[in-house]
């Protein structure tokens, strides 16, 4: 008789699918612990820049646009006021020293010149006429005292005579006191005419010093009034290049006023604009690269303008040796400006990341070259081709260096 057998409960379906069912749970419980679960983006590998971290020497320098001036610029100031008659040369013209550039009209200086020359002459006439009347009052003087001496000397014999007489009792005492007193009155007469004639001659040399002096002043103010008038033309104090007239036939012109400039072409200078942030590191004496017709020209600052103007100043640069052939006035060109020594260091090539992440972060590629993950990193000193990495980068790693403007937040790239 058959005997009815137990059926087993862990046969063989069942084990399979118990064993299946776990190994999944398993491993849904691995994705949940163990994955990933960084913001991801994929983007377009051929459309970003990857830059390699490399180890080499930092040249900290800025570059500048700087403008060839001439060495040295004179303006041209109105001495004198007035409107313009004549122009004789134009803008960009060569000069010598002494050149006539232009011709002003002043009726009020030249009348005034004309008065004071009259005045002159005028005063030079009644200088020459105080000297002829003193020669005169001299003259009539000696006269009047040669006509004086004479009564006196008849006085004299006189008096002697009737005191001689009187003595003798031959004349009276009344004719001989007579006699005595005109004597005595014709000497005291003859003194005071001398000390009139004396006081009359001191007076007339004090108006002729007075009127010396009088006429040298207006001789001095009068050769001023001249040269101001030799000034209503303006000439060029220098050899050089008329750079600019900013001014027209009739044009009326105030003293002071500027009128136009010359240059110096014996030598050239360059001015550069600086952003006001290196103000507290640029300084006369710091060195400069100047690059023209593939060579380069070693330049100096030799003077920082302090004004800042739009956020920069101005600094003005010399050639160590001479200027380079070829250049001009007005020309541009990009200068290297040195701030600092060369020094070794971790190198990153600027690009436009630092501007989405102000060197705090960046993309760093992986291992695998299929992906870059963010990482966080210290920068330093920069240059127009570098940064200075001080943290988070070792040479040979892959940098994405262009944009992060449309990567948002996202920790990982995928290409």
Known sequence: MDRQLKKKFWNKQR??????????VLLILWGFIFADKRSKLNVEKDKITISAVTKGTFDEYIVVT?????????RLDAIEGGYVANKFLEGGSMVKQGDSILRLENQRLSMEFVNRETEMYRLINELQNTRLRLKQDRFA?????????????????????NDKLFKDKVVAEQEYLKTK??????????????????YQIKNSVTQIEQLEGTIARTQRNLQMMKDNLNNLVVRAPVDGQLSSINVEVGTSIQAGENIGQ?????????????????????????????????????????????????GRFEVDMNFVTAAPEGI??????PIRLELGKSSEAVLLPAGGFFSDTGG?????????GKRAVKRNISLGRKNPVYFEVLE?????DQVITSSYENFGDKEVLEF
């Open 66 to 74: 700087a403008v060839v001036h001439p060495l040295k610029t004179i």
């Open 328 to 333: 001009r006035r007005g020309q541009s060109s």
């Open 15 to 24: 084990i399979f699918l118990t064993g299946g069912g776990g190994i999944l």
């Open 141 to 161: 003087l000696e006269k009047t005292l040669s006509d004086l001496d004479y009564q006196v000397d008849q006085a004299k014999d006189i008096y002697e005579r």
């Open 392 to 396: 988070g980068l070792q040479p040979g």
């Open 181 to 198: 007193r005109d004597y005595e009155k014709l000497v005291r007469q003859r003194e005071i005419e001398v000390k009139s004639q004396d």
């Open 262 to 310: 010359i240059d110096d072409m014996n030598g050239f200078k360059l001015r550069a604009e600086v952003d006001e942030h290196y103000i507290s590191r640029v300084f006369t004496g710091l060195k400069a690269n100047f690059e023209f017709n593939g060579k380069n020209h070693p330049m100096t600052i030799s003077k920082v303008y302090p004004e800042v103007k739009n």
């Open 360 to 368: 705090n972060w960046v993309y760093v590629v992986d291992n695998s």
